[in-house]
Antibody, heavy 118, light 108 residues
Framework: EVRLVESGGGLIQPGGSLRLSCAAS????????MSWIRQAPGKGLEWVSV???????YYADSVKGRFTILRDNSKNTVYLQMNSLRDEDTAVYYC????????????WGQGTTVTVSS | EIVLTQSPATLSLSPGERATLSCRAS??????LAWYQQKPGQVPRLLIY???NRATGIPARFSGSGSGTDFTLTISGLEPEDFAVYYC??????????FGGGTKVEIK
């Protein structure tokens, strides 16, 4: 079964750090583009970051310089290292598989909640 | 950044009716547009890719059309499980894959 399972969310103070994990099963993360998308409470979807199959990484302007996307091929897992967290980073964070440019994000994890608050 | 504007924000319809959702891009995205459905408390699900192709397992009542800057998602005959929020996503301007603000289809 193709599946993504996120973990690592929680309550964190502004300025703090968290590392989210996205463990894949049923497919190989290093053969796909893997993205993180977030959804603030009551809001829409916002693309956050992507790691290409070749390893290149990209970020939304809102998180550039603060977030880092990583991949551990041996664990078939993608991570999102989040530093210098702000109130506006509060959201449900989803990871998603993105097989090709012309397709879409076809497998999503269940999401992990990050709450940034003092 | 390519901005996607979805309209209407909310669509109130009865089961069995036809739903027509619009997504307009600030510049041409060719046919690189996807649609997703998100039910309350659930994860987004890919419905349509490349503007008009149904993803695996998506019922035939869902159809997509358009190219360039104007796109439409049509649900022909709403089923109770179709009441949800629908998002479009442009896939032309990699890696910045922007989403529209969403259209909520609610029961009238």
């Amino acid at each position: 079964e193709v599946r993504l399972v996120e973990s690592g969310g929680g309550l964190i103070q502004p300025g703090g750090s968290l590392r989210l994990s996205c463990a894949a099963s049923g497919f190989t993360v290093s053969s796909n583009y893997m993205s993180w998308i977030r959804q603030a409470p009551g809001k829409g979807l916002e693309w956050v970051s992507v790691i290409y199959d070749g390893g290149r990484t990209y970020y939304a302007d809102s998180v550039k310089g603060r977030f880092t996307i990583l991949r551990d091929n041996s664990k078939n897992t993608v991570y999102l290292q989040m530093n210098s967290l702000r109130d506006e980073d509060t959201a449900v964070y989803y990871c998603a598989r993105d097989p090709t440019v012309g397709y879409g994000m076809d497998v999503w994890g269940q999401g992990t909640t990050v709450t940034v608050s003092s | 950044e390519i901005v996607l504007t979805q309209s209407p924000a909310t669509l109130s319809l009865s089961p069995g009716e036809r739903a027509t959702l619009s997504c307009r891009a600030s510049q041409s995205v060719s046919s690189y547009l996807a649609w997703y459905q998100q039910k309350p408390g659930q994860v987004p699900r890919l419905l349509i890719y490349h503007a008009s192709n149904r993803a695996t397992g998506i019922p035939a009542r869902f159809s997509g059309s358009g190219s360039g800057t104007d796109f439409t998602l049509t649900i022909s005959g709403l089923e109770p499980e179709d009441f949800a929020v629908y998002y479009c996503q442009q896939r032309s301007n990699w890696p910045s894959l922007t989403f529209g603000g969403g259209t909520k289809v609610e029961i009238k």
